[in-house]
């Protein structure tokens, strides 16, 4: 039997790495390792709780950026695993491990695409760079945003952006994310005044006073979306007041939380509710929380590089979308690199038993290869 291909063993090596979020269990050395092998100069940026890792290759021309996290999802209940969630096993044709898809198996494929790359092309056209960090499951507040703050602070200048996570649907390379929507939470608080039931005239009824607001709030059309993005959509998704049958609430609590494309803002949402609440004359407390910008990378030599590339390796066109949760491609949005997304199928991300196809791993790699040289050679 012939070995196997180093982006196996390599997963493997990172799956038995306990890493759920924020720990990074040591896959970060690993990986640090590997690329100071490949000539790269590591440096790790701890912010907090969380390890992150910013390494380099070369030193002028354009820079090539490989974006990924170490960090996963709890296993969820043991006993529902065929096999131990952070013990590798193989079983027909897949790859079955915590992270073997989100998103250990793409940065396996990083590092040996690193390799094969730079054994053919010793001095590239360029700089590479890797960004990876172990806060991308569950809070985002030390990783990647730190990096990138860091990085944007000394005027570092990132050109482009390949994020690994999991995009593909039903093969590898059927779908890229070329973007994502953005996404914002308003909490809003409506005062009136407790009381007693039968006696109103003394009373202000909170919810009263919320409703001909929420209920504006909830049917305003915000725009029609655009040729990449859905229309902008808010949800109200929590409504808190009241204590019992004979009490008038005093006060109601109100979340709601949009997800927008690029034909809002952030701050233009904000005045618009806003406005809405002054003109229903609540007596109101609004808070937000901005959880991303949208980003879309419309054009440009990653884009044109990535679709060639799928092409050429995997014998299909890509469809390029913005559709999915946040990412934090987002972040990296923000320095101006044309950012994008390309990782194995998400079909099992976050679920018991989650695995990778092998073959797929294998192409990915060759898929990332193909990237590098089409951008740095
Ligand atoms: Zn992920």
Redesign the pocket.
């Known amino acids: 039997m012939s070995a196997p291909h180093p982006a196996l063993t390599l997963t493997e090596e990172l799956i038995r790495r306990p890493s759920v979020s924020p720990e990074d269990a040591g896959c970060q050395i690993l990986i640090a390792e590997h690329l100071a092998r490949l000539g790269f100069h590591n440096e790790p940026m701890f912010f907090i709780d969380t390890n992150n890792l910013w390494s380099v290759h070369g030193s002028e021309g354009p820079l090539f950026v490989f974006a990924g ?1 170490t960090d996963v999802v709890p296993p969820g209940p043991l006993e529902k695993w065929t096999t131990p969630p952070f013990e590798p096993h193989y079983r027909e044709g897949y790859l079955f491990g915590r992270g073997a898809a ?2 250990k198996g793409s940065i396996a494929a990083f590092i040996v695409a690193l390799e094969q790359f730079l054994q053919k092309h010793p001095n590239p056209k360029g700089r590479i760079a890797l960004l990876i960090t172990s806060d ?2 569950d809070k985002w507040v030390n990783g990647t945003v730190r990096v990138v703050e860091t990085l944007m602070q000394r005027g570092e200048k990132l050109d482009w952006c390949l994020v690994g ?1 999991p995009s593909s649907s039903e093969r590898l390379g059927d779908v890229i994310k070329i973007g994502r929507r953005g996404s914002l939470t308003g909490n809003l608080i409506v005062h009136g005044k407790q009381g007693h039931v039968a006696y109103p005239q003394r009373a202000v009824n909170a919810i009263h006073q919320a409703l001909p607001a929420l209920d504006e709030l909830a049917q305003i059309e915000w725009d029609q979306g655009n040729e990449h993005f859905p229309p902008t959509s808010l949800q109200i998704t929590r409504v808190n007041g009241g204590h019992a049958n004979n009490v008038i609430p005093g006060e109601v609590k109100v979340e709601f939380n949009l997800r927008f494309c690029t034909e809002q803002t952030a701050d233009g949402i904000q005045q618009r509710v806003q406005h809405l609440c002054h003109r229903h004359k609540l007596d109101h407390q609004l808070d937000w929380t901005l959880s991303g910008d949208p980003f879309l990378t419309e054009g440009g030599a990653l884009l044109d590089a990535t679709r060639e590339a799928i092409r050429e390796v995997c014998g299909i066109e890509t469809d390029a979308t913005t559709t999915g949760g946040t990412s934090d491609g987002r972040f990296i949005a923000k320095t101006g690199a044309q950012v994008l997304e390309l990782g194995p199928c998400n079909t099992t991300i976050h679920q018991i038993n989650e695995c990778v196809r092998v073959e797929e791993l294998i192409q990915l790699t060759s898929l990332y290869e193909r990237i590098l040289e089409k951008l740095l050679t």
């Open positions: 996290h989100d998103m991308e499951e996570e």
